[in-house]
């Protein structure tokens, strides 16, 4: 039988797309590995990324319906493979927001198109970012560098 303990660590979890248990679940995911293990200049990182990656997911994936959320955390060489699943709405157009900030002097904060700020800092703080929507479900995935 083969010794599963030289295996990378790897978190898996579902739970529901609201805020109250994206906070509880994001809470969980910090504390055990593989985000544990992460500096914790990385570990905040990781927690900005997840955290705007999943109220995205419950905001214009699911909106008012609700539903699950899937998430799977992996160790791997370069830093963590993440990989977010849900029945939601498929991302406008099939792609992710460009994520640009606006320039100094744009619009009103109130008048700001979705897709701004969020996007982003989740451009900003991985790489290996991408999107698909397979059989009616999105996967994003994503790599935190360690």
């Not at 609201?18 to 990385?42: H, K, N, Q, Y």
């Not at 703080?125 to 397979?134: K, N």
């Amino acid at each position: 039988m083969p010794d599963r303990t030289d295996r990378p660590p790897e978190l898996y979890l579902a739970f529901r797309a609201d805020p109250a248990s994206i906070r509880r679940s994001l809470a969980g995911m910090l504390v055990c590995p593989p985000l544990s293990a992460l500096r914790e200049d990385a570990r905040g990182s990781a927690e900005v990324v997840l955290a705007e990656a999943l109220n995205n997911v419950a905001e214009h994936a699911y909106g008012e319906a609700g539903g699950q959320v899937e998430v799977t955390l992996r160790q791997e060489t370069a830093g963590i493979r993440c990989l977010i699943v849900d029945a939601g709405r498929a991302m406008p157009g099939g792609t992710l927001p460009e994520g640009r900030l606006p320039p100094d002097r744009g619009p009103a904060l109130q008048d700001l198109p979705e897709g701004g700020f969020g996007w982003h800092l989740i451009r900003s703080l991985c790489t290996d970012l991408s999107y698909s929507r397979i059989a009616d479900r999105n996967h994003l995935t994503f790599l935190l560098p360690s």
